[in-house]
């Protein structure tokens, strides 16, 4: 069983779109960090939330930390194709540090 | 700067060998972690050293997998003997810790095939 289930798996959407990407746990998280990764490279670090609630905002990305910091979202407005990529959440709670399942995007031109 | 440096980008073995992975963190980094990646288990944690003391080494699959870190610049993943189910991105990654533990640098990964 993983720790962090993302939701959906995969997605594919067009150019100009609006997307919403999930990363929920039944574990609270003391902070939770959202990563993308492009092929053949390392996951490459977006933001960190530590505060239940909080909102960052990142151009066209915002990210929000759940109440009660068990979930968190990636939001991206007017996707594009630079967007593409793997959409990794991850979060610690005390010493235990887990990666989610991914979301996989396609963004088509 | 330079990133997070892992040798090599590509291994490619016979069942049985011995393999070595290497890492050099980002300069001033205190923790650093070894990842595995495959398309079945998504990113999965081996080991994570703090000042150079392994932390937490649970998600070593078995006794075949050794990390050392000798010094603040430089670690290594071993496996020995190796197997084909360890076919795999492995990566390294590095953070400045400890209020910063967990945003973490992670380098280009070396593709294993054992074959």
């Known amino acids: 069983t993983q720790l962090l289930e993302q939701s959906p798996q995969f997605l594919s959407i067009q150019e100009g779109e609006n997307l919403t990407v999930y990363c929920n746990s039944s574990?609270?998280?003391?902070?939770l960090q959202w990563y993308r990764q492009e092929p053949g490279e390392g996951p490459v670090l977006l933001v960190t939330?530590?505060?239940?609630?909080e909102v960052k905002k990142l151009k066209r990305l915002t990210f929000q930390f759940g109440d009660a910091r068990k979930d968190s979202s990636l939001h991206i407005t007017a996707a594009q194709p630079g967007d593409t990529g793997l959409y990794l959440c991850?979060?610690?709670?005390?010493?235990?540090?887990?990666f989610g399942t991914g979301t996989s995007l396609t963004v088509i031109p | 700067d330079a990133g997070v440096i892992q040798s090599p980008r590509h291994e490619v073995t016979e069942m049985g060998q011995e393999v070595t992975l290497r890492c050099k963190p980002i300069?001033?980094?205190?923790?650093l972690f070894w990842y595995r990646q495959t398309m079945m288990r998504g990113l999965e944690l081996l080991i994570y050293?703090?000042?150079?003391?392994?932390?937490?080494d649970s998600g070593m699959p078995e006794d075949r997998f050794s990390a050392k870190m000798p010094n603040a610049s430089f670690s290594t993943l071993k496996i020995q003997p190796s197997e084909p189910r360890d076919s795999a991105v492995y990566f390294c990654?590095?953070?400045?810790?400890?209020?910063?533990?967990?945003?973490?640098?992670f380098g280009p990964g070396t593709r294993l095939t054992v074959t």
């Open positions: 574990s609270v998280f003391s902070s």
């Open positions: 990654a590095s953070s400045r810790g400890p209020e910063a533990v967990y945003e973490q640098y």
């Open positions: 939330v530590v505060t239940g609630g």
């Open positions: 991850a979060g610690n709670t005390g010493n235990q540090f887990y």
């Open positions: 050293f703090n000042n150079n003391v392994p932390i937490d």
């Open positions: 300069s001033g980094h205190n923790s």
